[in-house]
């Protein structure tokens, strides 16, 4: 598949032209289906597939139901974007798991799309009652992402795909040019459209990279059109005095909500959208202020709102430090294609390392093990959660009572199967300077592709980041360079690479990359990497600590049970009154909601020192199939913990009590699960007096 698709690009990309070249970014990704995951995280696929994200197609009311597919009528909001978010999502987890149920999903939607495009190139329905007002472009945004991944996994049915694309983005020029787009002043959507252009611009430069069609000045200047006319996250947000450095939203009065929603800019969402902003707009530009303005907002988001769980918190808006605090799932998978695309263009190994923690950590918080009920809804993954379930008065400005329970939620419905997908479809790019591949994501995971005259089969056989060896089998024909991303946490000295059956040696990268790189001859290779795995303390807020051991974040495992009810939508749709009425439903036999309850104290600290790692992925091959279920895992650690003075505030913990802190009764041994395994916890912890 992957030679049939460089056949393909190479043969459209055959007359292209120079005269607006773009930057190339540092490393190009690699067509969707190429790369697989194996081993544990072949399971999560597959698991991902038998759960929510692999069934909307068949009974979402917002997907099945969508004004995106033949007959349907209903959206849950204005944006009109469920059915977009669920193809962005879906193409990729259908073709790494040659899922032939998903695919035919796919092929119908994309066949759909095509055959109803109008005249003058438009994708999709129009809005109801346009009555003259400009059409809405932002879920096309999602469907252009969408089909580019389509037509990587389907390079036979590239040239329909790619006419029609080229169909619309001609409009899309036309709009843009004409100053008919439509502004934020026309209600939220347009908002919405207006400070995610980035997601247009993605677009447009795979179309500049791989189907240009000599249309190069055109695609260029439709970039420079909607950077220009959208919102400067460059100069109006992410800026020293203007950037919050404190948490944005606590529990606030109706018209001071109004007020903070009526400010996009300050969703998480959009901001982890707009982590790539200017690294798109440097390869338009090759303005290194546009470098620095991204590592700068990278800095200050985590700086002043990170997590030890590699995320932000962001429950609609900006949390601060507090862990009481938390991120919405949809912010998660955002950060996550986001930091993957700002790696691929510069290649900062502390943005990989980020990407590798947030996967392997805040992802899996935000979903039940099973994948059929995501949150809590919006205030998931928070640091420190000592219940979900329904809290009224709601605790926060933005998130209503029901939003602090795993249950069932439209836009994290639609939006969270994109994450682990397109995670795996970037654990390998090739290297724009030399032509070599470079494992950047690390994880159990399969390669075939064509590098150069040579084709190469990877297979990377691990339980990591469970475990801490990598064993790699590659099989070229032809001599390659092969690269192996070393986290920063790994750069210790203790960590080896064997190639070939030789002597173990430290793996020490290049200092500049991060990578380190082997000859491959023709043939069959073999190496194995042993990262050195240390555990990492971390002071947090008034002197609590976070745990950190490799990519791995953990959390004090804090006992409960769960009462399981039906699924209950709370979103309010927008129906066409002669849509079926079996789609109009407020609960849903498909779905269910989880409400889970602590079995005993939840206000505990901890004394670090007393830290104990319990591994066992060097005695296993395997991980159960629910990978993130508790107790399913071959690590954990055991620490000394006590009860404590700890208050609840506004229905849920509070900033944890200034360390040290007093015992209030017997010292005993605690448990400590991986942050992604772990359904109630303290992910900050407070430090006990000794």
Not at 474 to 479: G, V
Not at 483 to 508: E, Y
Not at 560 to 567: A, I, L, P, W
Request: charged residues 20%.
């Amino acid at each position: 598949m992957a030679t049939m698709l460089s056949l393909v690009l190479i043969a459209l990309s055959a007359s292209r032209l120079t005269t607006a070249a773009l930057q190339r970014p540092l490393y190009s990704t690699i067509p969707v289906g190429a790369i697989k995951p194996s081993g544990w995280a072949l399971d999560q696929a597959q698991v991902q597939a038998d759960g929510l994200a692999g069934h909307l197609r068949e009974f979402d009311s917002y997907v099945a139901g969508s004004i995106w597919v033949e007959g349907g009528s209903i959206e849950y909001s204005e944006m009109h974007e469920a059915a977009p978010y669920w193809f962005n999502g879906a193409v990729a987890l259908a073709y790494q798991l040659q899922d032939e149920k998903l695919i035919g999903e796919v092929r119908d939607f994309v066949d759909h799309l095509l055959a109803t495009q109008q005249d003058d190139g438009w994708l999709g329905p129009e809005q109801p009652n346009l009555n003259g007002s400009p059409r809405l472009v932002w879920p096309r945004y999602l469907i252009l992402m969408g089909l580019t991944q389509y037509v990587e996994a389907e390079p036979s049915d590239a040239t329909r795909v790619l006419d029609a694309v080229h169909k619309f983005i001609d409009l899309v020029y036309d709009i843009w040019k004409n100053g008919t787009y439509g502004g934020p002043d026309l209600g939220f959507e347009f908002e919405y459209q207006y400070v995610r252009w980035e997601e247009l611009v993605l677009s447009l430069q795979w179309l500049y990279d791989h189907d240009p069609r000599g249309k190069e000045d055109q695609l260029t200047e439709t970039m420079q059109l909607l950077r220009d006319t959208g919102y400067s996250w460059k100069n109006d947000w992410f800026v020293e005095g203007k950037f919050p450095t404190q948490e944005v939203r606590g529990c606030l009065s109706t018209a001071e909500e109004a007020l903070i929603d009526a400010d996009v800019s300050r969703h998480g969402v959009n901001q982890a959208e707009a982590l790539k902003s200017e690294a798109l707009t440097w390869r338009i530009t090759g303005d290194d202020s546009d470098k620095q303005s991204t590592v700068d907002r990278i800095d200050m988001l985590y700086r002043y709102h990170g997590r030890a769980s590699g995320t932000y918190s962001a429950d609609e808006h900006l949390g601060g430090l507090n862990p009481a605090r938390g991120t919405e799932l949809c912010t998660v998978v955002e950060q996550m294609f986001s930091l993957a695309l700002v790696y691929a263009t510069f290649g900062d190994n502390a943005v990989a390392d980020r990407v590798e923690k947030i996967a392997y950590n805040a992802l899996p918080a935000g979903i039940m093990y099973d994948f059929w009920s995501a949150g809590p809804n919006s205030l998931f993954p928070a640091v420190n959660q000592i219940w979900a379930k329904e809290m009224d008065p709601k605790p926060f400005g933005a998130n209503g009572p029901r939003s602090n329970i795993f249950g069932f939620e439209p836009c994290v419905n639609v939006n969270h199967g994109q994450g682990a997908p397109k995670y795996w479809g970037h654990a390998f790019f090739t290297d724009n300077s030399d032509n070599s591949l470079v494992h950047a994501f690390l994880g159990p995971s399969t390669l075939n592709t064509t590098v150069g005259d040579s084709s190469v089969q990877v297979t990377v056989d691990t339980l990591y980041p469970f475990g801490n060896v990598l064993n790699y089998e590659i099989t070229a024909s032809a001599p390659t360079a092969f690269k192996i991303r070393v986290p920063s946490w790994a750069q210790t000295g203790s960590s080896t690479i064997a190639v070939g059956g030789g002597d173990a040696t430290p793996l020490n990268p290049d200092s500049a990359t991060s990578l380190y790189r082997v000859e491959i001859p023709a043939g069959s290779t073999n190496i194995v990497v042993i990262l050195d795995m240390q555990v990492e303390i971390e002071k947090r807020l008034n002197g609590a600590v976070a745990v950190t051991r490799g990519p791995l974040n953990y959390a004090l495992e804090l006992a409960y049970n769960v009462t399981t009810t039906e699924g209950l939508s709370t979103s309010v749709s927008l129906p066409n009154s002669l849509a079926p009425p079996d789609l109009f439903i407020q609960t849903d036999n498909h779905t269910v909601d989880n409400t889970l309850l602590p079995t005993s104290t939840w206000a505990l600290a901890i004394n670090p020192g007393t830290l104990t790692v319990q591994d066992t992925s060097n005695d296993t091959d395997s991980i159960p199939h629910y990978t993130w279920k508790p107790g399913n895992l071959p690590v954990s650690m055991t620490v000394q913990a006590c009860p404590i003075a700890w208050d609840v505030v506004n229905g849920t913990a509070s900033a944890p009590p200034q360390s040290p802190n007093a015992c209030t009764g017997d010292v005993f041994e605690a448990r400590l699960l991986p942050f992604g395994s772990s359904q109630l916890r303290l992910g900050e912890m407070p430090v006990m007096q000794t």
